[in-house]
């Protein structure tokens, strides 16, 4: 007795040590570890994380490697591609517009872009901007979205094969292509070209260090983005992170020789093209929180109404999922959390930017290099970050 006595006396310590080990970690240094142990057990290339509360950025660090060639870390100032995040960036600029009454939402593609976007097998019912906005125009990616050829019957004999056979408005399918064609229709209406106008209208008055056009950035400050690739060796099949320069790829050529002012913007990718750091993502989203205004400043980008058009669900995705204008809302992100935001991914990018407006807190992750595995509608890097620094900073 007396042995066991001792041992569970010495079990009880190790514990109350654990625990007060525990108890005396600051919160950035549990995030720390936790990241850590994130990066470890997802292989992920690298990490930059901001949290948001109560209008205010309460915490952002970087974690891995910027580069897997050189080994060099991230810097906070570093700039990603953040893929589909990019979407509200280009509807915040369409507001600013709407709300200049240069165009309506329910107003026709088709009068906006100069072509006829038409489901030919639905040839009666009007395409109109809120369906483009909301994924529900019945249009897909099967031909391609980088150009606006694809959609235009004049350029594409094959144009049909870009709708899909429901009635437009009626069901959600995520389509590049119809936020390509948001982007021209900005540009066409604002008379500026595509990216001066989101740093007038957004990244100039917010002050962030951004832009969709990378000739216009330090390409210095560029994380390198690796995709997860399978390759054949000697001994058979492996996978390895393979670097993807077109992520940041010059389209200054372009630009300079052939563009064409409301139709050739696809080129700056207004679907996936956005470049910033997720410590500047994390300001930017702050605006969105506060439902247009810059909190304690005062600077106003869209109206109050504006931001909660964007934030009111359209379209129902799945269980507990909607997808509002350019954002949507999730039930399953974090347990007990009405989330509003956006994923991204691309080139072997997998980001994340969701809020809580009524709570007033918000989470931006990005990694530049993991092998996707997903649940619940995102991929395992993006819930695990995600609920960790909720759950140490918010909870």
């Known amino acids: 007795m007396k042995n066991r006595f001792n041992i569970r006396q010495i079990l009880s310590l190790i514990l109350a040590i654990t625990m007060f080990s525990a108890c005396s970690q600051t919160k950035e240094e549990r995030a720390q ?7 470890d057990s997802t292989k992920a290339v690298g990490l930059a994380v901001a949290v948001v509360k109560d209008g205010e950025i309460i915490y952002s660090a970087t974690f891995g490697k910027k580069s897997i060639e050189e080994g060099s870390p991230i810097a906070q100032d570093d700039i990603f591609r953040i893929a589909s995040i990019s979407k509200s960036f280009t509807t915040t600029a369409l507001m600013t517009l709407v709300e200049r009454e240069k165009l309506a939402l329910d ?13 030919p097998k639905f040839s009666d019912v009007v395409i109109t ?30 144009f049909a094969k870009c709708y899909n056979d429901y009635q437009p408005g009626s069901k959600y399918e995520y389509c590049n292509l119809g936020f390509n064609t948001i982007g021209a229709i900005v540009e066409k209406y604002a008379g500026v070209r595509f990216d001066n ?9 917010l002050g962030l260090y951004a832009n969709f056009n990378p000739d216009s950035l330090d390409a210095a400050k560029f994380v390198p983005l690796y995709s997860y690739e399978p390759i054949d060796t000697l001994e058979g099949s492996e996978r390895i992170f393979k670097h993807q320069p077109m992520a940041y790829v010059s389209r200054a ?5 052939a563009y064409v002012m409301g ?29 247009g205004e810059v909190p304690a400043t005062g600077v106003r980008i869209i109206s109050e109404e504006s931001a909660k058009m964007m934030q009111a669900p359209v379209i129902e995705t799945g269980t507990g999922e909607f997808y509002c204008l350019a954002l949507r809302t999730s039930e399953n992100l974090i347990p007990g959390e009405k989330m509003v935001g956006h994923t991204g991914s691309a080139y072997g990018l997998y980001s994340a930017m969701f809020f809580e407006p009524q709570k007033r807190f918000g989470i931006v992750m990005m990694t530049n290099g993991y092998s996707p595995k997903y649940k619940d509608g995102f991929t395992t890097i993006q819930g695990d970050v995600t609920r960790a620094l909720y759950e140490i900073f918010i909870k």
Not at 33 to 38: P, R
């Open 263 to 291: 139709y050739s913007t696809p080129l700056f990718s207004p679907t996936g093209g956005m470049k910033i750091s997720a410590y500047d993502l994390a300001r930017y989203m702050l605006m969105h929180m506060n439902y």
């Open 107 to 119: 107003m026709d593609v088709s009068d906006l872009i100069g072509f006829r976007v038409r489901n």
């Open 197 to 205: 106008y989101v740093v007038e209208a957004l990244l100039k008055p």
């Open 129 to 158: 901007l809120k369906m483009l906005l909301s994924h529900s125009s019945s249009l897909n990616d099967t031909q391609g979205y980088f150009r606006l050829d694809y959609l235009n019957p004049a350029t594409n004999p094959d």
């Open 253 to 257: 050529k372009e630009i300079d020789s």
């Open 33 to 39: 570890e936790q990241m850590g142990i994130i990066l």
